[in-house]
């Protein structure tokens, strides 16, 4: 199994604001830079029921190039993870973070926001965090720079920018020649939501489930790092529900993203009253390009899958409904499927 290296502070908290290390501005060897950040498109709610803001804390992140000479690319850059800042917002935009980084040195910032009951630097490799932050390989860059959650079936919302030069498309910046940088988080976790109607009363309970799971993701992109193995386990269960007076489940969870070299089938498990029995159902689809091809789902960062179907047609599947879906936009999108 690949061993997961947390990111980690070595110098104590500062109060207020928490971060990592100290600032002087009056070192000459140091520069100040201004961040304002943004929401995104990818901000507005995901599921009927949700909150219009989720993102409640950031956490700053400055990338160093590790030698001046090599090109802005982001394997060249790794965390300087005494300069750290985290901060609770109550709404965006939020402006005026400001970091003192080395002069000369070129850097690239990473922010990553979430709820403040998902991730606290102060908390950092404990059982505190829903997820934890840093790599598989031996070296943490940018470009490998992972997001973990705890468990694959318990995936938290967290959003994440990389940081541009303002006015320009430009992430690699010297502090001594830029005074503001400007970011607008993304959502980079995938939306699931499935709803059963019609469900008979012998019907006890419905569980949703998962073939496989993506483990880790990239930061940056949201791509696939580590994947689970074929075969059900703890973290295969994905949710539980009983049915409400009404006959209907709806069942909405957050997932790492899937892409179409790590695709999954979904299962339904039907357990009935008294008997106990229970039937395993796979969620069955139409083909649609991108999202599901032979009733395996791919899940895209910034994306909803939501499945709609009568419980007296689960082994005959759904179709898929593609209309008001623009896979080209940055927007999260649900993908609306309805009864055969």
């Known amino acids: 199994m690949r061993r997961f290296v947390r990111i980690c502070c070595m110098l104590p908290l500062l109060l207020g604001a928490v971060a990592c290390g100290t600032s002087n501005t009056n070192d000459p060897e140091k520069s100040s830079v201004v961040l304002h950040l943004g929401a995104g498109t990818g901000m507005q709610p995901h599921f009927s029921n949700a909150d219009s803001l989720t993102v409640k804390r950031i956490i ?3 990338f160093v190039k590790r030698d001046e000479s090599l090109s802005d690319d982001n394997e060249n850059f790794v965390p300087d993870l005494n300069l750290m800042k985290q901060r609770d917002i109550v709404d965006f935009p939020v402006r005026d ?6 002069a000369r040195r070129t850097y690239k910032l990473l922010v990553v926001g979430c709820k403040r009951r998902d991730y606290d630097l102060a908390f950092r490799g404990t059982a505190m965090n829903r997820f934890e932050m840093g790599t598989f390989d031996v070296t943490a860059t940018l470009a490998n720079f992972d997001l973990h959650p705890k468990t694959a079936n318990q995936t938290p919302e967290f959003y994440t920018c990389v940081c541009r030069v303002d006015g320009t498309e430009t992430e690699a910046f010297l502090p001594d020649k830029t005074e503001l940088l400007t970011g607008e988080l993304t959502r980079i976790v995938s939306g699931l939501s499935v709803t059963i109607t019609d469900i008979p009363t012998y019907v006890e309970s419905i569980s949703l489930i998962a073939e496989n799971l993506t483990i880790s993701s990239t930061a940056v992109t949201g791509s696939v790092v580590l994947f689970q193995d074929t075969g059900r386990n703890e973290d295969s269960l994905l949710a539980t529900q009983v049915p409400t007076e009404e006959g209907t489940i709806e069942f909405n969870v957050y997932l790492l993203p899937m892409m179409p070299s790590h695709d999954t089938e979904f299962y339904l498990e039907v357990t009935q009253r008294n008997a106990g029995a229970v039937e395993s159902h796979t969620i069955i689809t139409d083909d649609m390009p991108g999202v599901v091809m032979n009733n395996r789902f791919m899940l895209w960062p910034n994306r909803a899958l ?8 689960l082994n005959v599947g759904f179709q898929v409904n593609t209309s008001g879906i623009n896979l080209d936009d940055p927007a999260w999108d649900g993908i609306g499927y309805g009864p055969a």
């Open 60 to 62: 700053v992140i400055p």
């Open 97 to 102: 973070i400001v970091l003192y980084l080395e």
């Open 306 to 313: 939501n499945l709609t179907g009568n419980f007296t047609k």
